[in-house]
């Protein structure tokens, strides 16, 4: 399994950005994707996930109503659209993959496939 993250870059407080995860070397309809961010001293933290076959999702507090996780089918992407950015979201963002074992998977842990990390800087 291959995840590939992009999208990451520098956006004042307000603006938005959109994170892509190209997944490859399986099929993915019995896996759950996550967002997960790390900011500098902080633990890493799941910022929404997806489970790819249903499209139910989870967001975490921090994040809800402000972005959306979303699964493309024909092209094995994972996004995550951020809209409303704050400072306090500037963070590497982290794609991961795992298998559905009937719940969310909320802990880095649980997660056994992962992307390379890309930087999203919010300047206030």
């Known amino acids: 399994v291959q995840l590939q993250a992009s999208g990451g870059g520098l956006v004042q407080a307000g603006g938005s950005l959109r994170l892509s995860c190209a997944a490859s070397?399986?099929?993915?309809?019995?896996?759950?994707m996550g967002w997960f961010r790390q900011a500098p001293g902080k633990e890493r933290a799941l910022v929404a996930a997806?489970?790819?076959?249903?499209?139910?999702?989870f967001y975490a507090d921090s994040v809800k109503g402000r972005f959306s996780i979303s699964r493309d089918n024909a092209k094995n992407t994972v996004s995550l659209q951020m809209n409303s950015l704050k400072p306090e979201d500037t963070a590497v963002y982290y794609c991961?993959?795992?298998?559905?074992?009937?719940?969310?998977?909320?802990?880095?842990?649980?997660?056994?496939?992962w992307g390379q990390g890309t930087l999203v800087t919010v300047s206030s």
């Open positions: 991961a993959a795992d298998l559905w074992r009937g719940s969310y998977h909320y802990t880095p842990v649980e997660y056994d496939y």
């Open positions: 997806i489970n790819w076959s249903s499209g139910r999702t």
């Open positions: 070397g399986r099929a993915f309809s019995n896996y759950v």
